[in-house]
Nanobody
Framework: QVQLVESGGGLVQAGGSLRLSCAASGTIRTINAMGWYRQAPGKQRELVAEITSSGSTNYAESVKGRFTISKDNAKSTVYVEMNSLVPEDTAVYYC???????????????WGQGTQVTVSS
């Protein structure tokens, strides 16, 4: 079993900062990539940022320059530092991981339970 557990969401004023963390646990062979998606009410889930095992990163245009994704391989944890937050960043943020188990030939996506981020104006 693989689990992704998020932490760090909450309520913040516009212009403020938050840091989200997501730790992967369980019987893991490799973590190919991890990242964050978000879903606002009435909208589709969208990519926020992702980071591969080699450290390559990819960001949504709307968060470039404001959000920074990083990882700690030893802790199987991914972080996203969110600065200059705006009300439009309000959403449920989901951790995502492309992970393989020892019994799997190919990795598959796993999701966390989600954490609410609310930015007040």
């Amino acid at each position: 079993q693989v689990q992704l557990v998020e932490s760090g969401g909450g309520l913040v004023q516009a212009g403020g900062s938050l840091r989200l963390s997501c730790a992967a646990s369980g019987t893991i062979r490799t973590i190919n990539a991890m990242g964050w998606y978000r879903q606002a009410p009435g909208k589709q889930r969208e990519l926020v940022a992702e980071i591969t095992s080699s450290g390559s990163t990819n960001y949504a245009e709307s968060v470039k320059g404001r959000f920074t994704i990083s990882k700690d391989n030893a802790k199987s944890t991914v972080y996203v530092e969110m600065n200059s937050l705006v009300p439009e960043d309000t959403a449920v943020y989901y951790c995502w991981g492309l992970i393989s188990k020892p019994t799997m030939l190919l990795p598959r996506p796993y999701w966390g339970q989600g954490t609410q981020v609310t930015v007040s104006s």
